[in-house]
T-cell receptor
Framework: EPEVTQTPSHQVTQMGQEVILHCVPISNHLYFYWYRQILGQKVEFLVSFYNNEISEKSEIFDDQFSVERPDGSNFTLKIRSTKLEDSAMYFC???????????FGQGTRLTVV | TQLLEQSPQFLSIQEGENLTVYCNSSSVFSSLQWYRQEPGEGPVLLVTVVTGGEVKKLKRLTFQFGDARKDSSLHITAAQPGDTGLYLC??????????????FGQGTILTVHP
């Protein structure tokens, strides 16, 4: 069964460092998302991406965040200068053109120290 | 800002009991999705309800979408220890550039004791 793949599963980084989280969405999907979940809190929307551009972004998604689809299969989330409060699980999700059903990856646990 | 209130937050029951989890909002959603999430993993889609009043069954799980598409419930019959986990509801935005964006409830941590 097709699935969304995220790497790495766990990333530890120093405060102020740049991190790039990687995602390979389901191959025939056209809409891509990043969500995050701080420990013990609800899953929060960060950004949606379609047709090589951002469709919508939340207040969390400030100038320190960026997304890119560098080729036909990868979808990345970059945090330029990480802060302690960026520590969270980051989930990539994708869906096809016709449905709102979103399929999630296993997540990347980002720990900023 | 859309909000989805999920209740209860915690549920601890004995094997064989029935339970219901609720998701309520003042906003209309194009669909509502129920996920199950294991610790340290991503949400796994259980079901999507799309039409107001729709009822879907998945073995002992029954999902219902409210007539106005603002609320939903998950009912589990004769719960088993294997049902233990975190259940999430998520509403999908109805239109525009936000179409498909998910708003999540807080989650319900279900524990079923043998």
């Amino acid at each position: 069964e097709p699935e969304v793949t995220q790497t790495p599963s766990h990333q530890v980084t120093q405060m102020g460092q740049e991190v790039i989280l990687h995602c390979v969405p389901i191959s025939n999907h056209l809409y891509f998302y990043w969500y995050r979940q701080i420990l013990g809190q609800k899953v929060e929307f960060l950004v949606s991406f379609y047709n090589n551009e951002i469709s919508e972004k939340s207040e969390i998604f400030d100038d320190q965040f960026s997304v890119e689809r560098p080729d036909g299969s990868n979808f990345t989330l970059k945090i330029r200068s990480t802060k302690l409060e960026d520590s969270a699980m980051y989930f990539c999700a994708s869906r096809d053109r016709w449905n709102t059903e979103a399929f999630f990856g296993q997540g990347t646990r980002l720990t900023v120290v | 800002t859309q909000l989805l209130e999920q209740s209860p937050q915690f549920l601890s029951i004995q094997e064989g009991e029935n339970l219901t989890v609720y998701c309520n909002s003042s906003s209309v959603f194009s669909s509502l999705q129920w996920y199950r999430q294991e610790p340290g993993e991503g949400p796994v889609l259980l079901v999507t309800v799309v039409t107001g009043g729709e009822v879907k069954k998945l073995k002992r799980l029954t999902f219902q979408f409210g007539d106005a598409r603002k609320d939903s419930s998950l009912h589990i019959t004769a719960a088993q220890p294997g049902d233990t986990g975190l259940y999430l509801c998520a509403g999908a935005n109805a239109g525009g550039t936000s179409y498909g964006k998910l708003t999540f409830g807080q989650g319900t941590i279900l524990t079923v004791h043998p």
